[in-house]
């Protein structure tokens, strides 16, 4: 392994086991080894999917393995002593696990949402319960900005009267002044979906920034943003250095989602075209582009494979083509809108190394080679792990 991968696994060795919710909680499936042995048990998860295409260079792993969530939320209920709870679903139900503090989430969040915990006693908010349907607080979401320290809290509340709001974010952010904004999301129906259409700002701008890979980004409540900001700067570094962007290449980023990928290559292309179907992410794209006055990048909001197909039929081509799809991978519908395209070269983003060994498997058939596959660890003490795969056209590889 790297240097960088050893020293990742070894500075912040901790006991094994020592979370008490470990088996209660299900979010963090490995902890049960030290953190080397999570990051060898990943490279040989890597190698034995992936290691057939070529070979898997070493994954890389973080130097401090904890606290790294910059997003949390949590679901807040009552315990049969009538004690206002909150914590995370316990895997598979919807029993409320009691979460105090997280080795894996942002400290700053864990305590703003312990105040909250005691702010709803103080101001009688009652959890919402969703089998017997009142109550009113159901979730509290936190995002921090790891460069910008901005904080934003989004109260998910089941209606939309919220007794002495101005009072109740006076006193949060007594305690707390680092907090930046206060949002009021309402959710009245019944759904596993954290997050309603409706929300309403109670204090600060609605939003918060931070920069990645030298990008500005406005994110909002319901805007996709990485949960570990470390990693993903390696990873997206990493997806820039396969792409071998001179500054002259054409670029389509797909699956672009609010434009972080494409935002961050459009600094060493000619041009960048994001498309996405999520309207809400492309608005946050468009925005995220002007923030960092980007002149050579454009997102819409359309299917990304018919986007390519019209492409080809009308004898347009791109030089690069970075993909980055959800954790069921791509469809073969867009698969093969990509290999009719065919791009001079393909940088896949996958967060589930099974569905990306399938999806190579269509690619590779004759038309691409695999040259590069890194993986990077985004989630450490879960069973998760990011891969980065570079792919050239054969004939290119032939020249």
């Known amino acids: 392994m790297t240097e960088q991968t050893r020293t990742s696994g070894t500075a912040s060795e901790k006991p094994v086991g020592q979370c008490p919710l470990y088996k209660k909680c299900g979010g963090c499936q490995l902890q049960n080894l030290s953190y080397s042995q999570q990051l060898q048990w990943k490279q040989r998860l890597e190698e034995r999917l992936l290691g057939k295409f070529a070979p898997v260079l070493p994954i890389i792993g973080m130097q401090d393995p904890y606290h790294y969530r910059n997003k949390v939320q949590a679901a807040f209920g009552v315990n049969r002593r009538k004690e206002i709870i909150s914590g995370v679903y316990q895997s598979s139900t919807h029993r409320i696990v009691p979460v105090e503090s997280c080795q894996l989430e942002d400290q700053t969040a864990d305590a703003i949402i312990a105040t909250i915990r005691r702010l709803c006693a103080d101001f009688r908010i009652v959890p919402y319960d969703e089998d017997r349907r009142t109550g009113l607080l159901r979730h509290v979401l936190v995002k921090r900005g790891f460069h910008s320290d901005e904080v934003m809290v989004v109260l998910v509340t089941s209606g939309p009267i919220l007794p002495a709001k101005n009072n109740f974010v006076a006193a949060l952010r007594r305690q707390h002044p680092q907090i930046t904004t206060v949002l009021q999301n309402i959710n009245p129906y019944r759904t596993s979906l954290v997050l309603g259409e409706q929300e309403k700002v109670l204090y600060g701008p609605g939003t918060i920034e931070d920069t990645l890979c030298g990008c500005r980004f406005r994110i909002s409540a319901r805007s996709f943003y990485q949960i570990n900001p470390v990693q993903t700067e390696i990873l997206y570094s990493k997806a820039i250095e396969f792409a071998g962007l001179t500054g002259s290449e054409s670029v389509i980023d ?74 069921a991978g791509s469809d073969e519908r867009f698969l093969h809108s990509l290999l009719t395209l065919a791009p001079e070269r393909i940088v896949y983003i996958s967060c589930n190394p099974e569905t990306l060994a399938r999806d190579l498997k269509i690619l590779t058939g004759s038309a691409y080679a695999v040259r590069k596959i890194q993986p990077v660890d985004m989630f450490p003490h879960t069973h998760h792990v990011e891969t980065v795969v570079l792919m050239s056209k054969v004939d290119v590889l032939k020249k």
Request: charged share 25%; hydrophobic share 45%; proline share 3%.
């Open 254 to 327: 797909a699956y672009c989602g609010v434009g972080t990928i494409g935002l961050i290559a459009s600094a060493h292309a000619k041009s960048v075209v994001g498309v996405e179907l999520n309207r809400d992410a492309v608005r946050d794209a468009i925005t995220n582009c002007r923030l960092n006055r980007i002149q050579n990048a454009r997102f819409y909001a359309a299917d990304a494979g018919e986007w390519m197909l019209a492409m080809a039929e009308e004898r347009q081509t791109a030089d690069v083509v970075f993909m980055d799809p959800p954790r």
